[in-house]
T-cell receptor
């Protein structure tokens, strides 16, 4: 079995704490992405990475950080600077990120700030 | 950037064809149209994509108008498991890698 694996599925965080969401893929995808989804809304791009050791800010990067030390892994850290972090987070990957490319998603992680 | 417009919601009877419209009047000549769907609390699932010609796969058919300003996703025989939010996306070539998801169409398949 393979694909895009996110963990944990559900996570609770106290205010003021950082939390890291894991994303691993075994599809040999060059490109990886993180999206945020609020209830009843579409997806918004947080960060994306085209290649190892390189990543770019998306539309809502403030309060988040990422790393891409390995091709297979693209963890997302939700920092205490993110004022409203409670949301559904989706990791995705695509082969090249080029013109005709298909993006594949993990099953998502629910983050709740308590 | 090319944007898409979809109806907020639509109902479909089980066993009937579901036709989901999408307007993308500002699409550029080399931008693709993609369709994804999302079942509640799951990651979006790829359905189909196309550039100019109509496309068909095991899940659905994609009909793109000749002027490319609109398209229709067809689910030939809707089942209850097809109840989901369906997203029509135009791939933004000016912003590498971005798939811009709007609010989509909530499709409810009823028995």
């Amino acid at each position: 079995d393979g694909g895009i694996t996110q963990s944990p599925k559900y996570l609770f965080r106290k205010e003021g704490q950082n939390v890291t969401l894991s994303c691993e893929q075994n599809l040999n995808h060059d490109a990886m992405y993180w999206y945020r989804q609020d209830p009843g809304q579409g997806l918004r791009l947080i960060y994306y990475s085209q290649i190892v050791n390189d990543f770019q800010k998306g539309d809502i990067a403030e309060g988040y950080s990422v790393s891409r030390e390995k091709k297979e892994s693209f963890p997302l850290t939700v920092t205490s600077a993110q004022k409203n972090p409670t949301a559904f987070y989706l990791c995705a990957g695509s082969r090249t990120g080029g013109e005709e490319d298909t993006i594949y998603f993990g099953e998502g992680s629910w983050l709740t700030v308590v | 950037d090319a944007k898409t417009t979809q109806p907020t919601s639509m109902d479909c009877a089980e066993g009937r064809a579901a036709n989901l419209p999408c307007n993308h009047s500002t699409i550029s000549g080399n931008e693709y149209v993609y369709w994804y769907r999302q079942i509640h609390s799951q990651g979006p699932q790829y359905i189909i994509h196309g550039l100019k010609n109509n496309e068909t796969n095991e899940m659905a058919s994609l009909i793109i108008t000749e002027d490319r300003k609109s398209s229709t996703l067809i689910l030939p025989h809707a089942t209850l498991r097809d109840t989901a939010v369906y997203y029509c996306i135009v791939r933004l070539l000016t912003s590498w890698g971005k798939f811009q998801f709007g609010a989509g169409t909530q499709v409810v398949v009823t028995p």
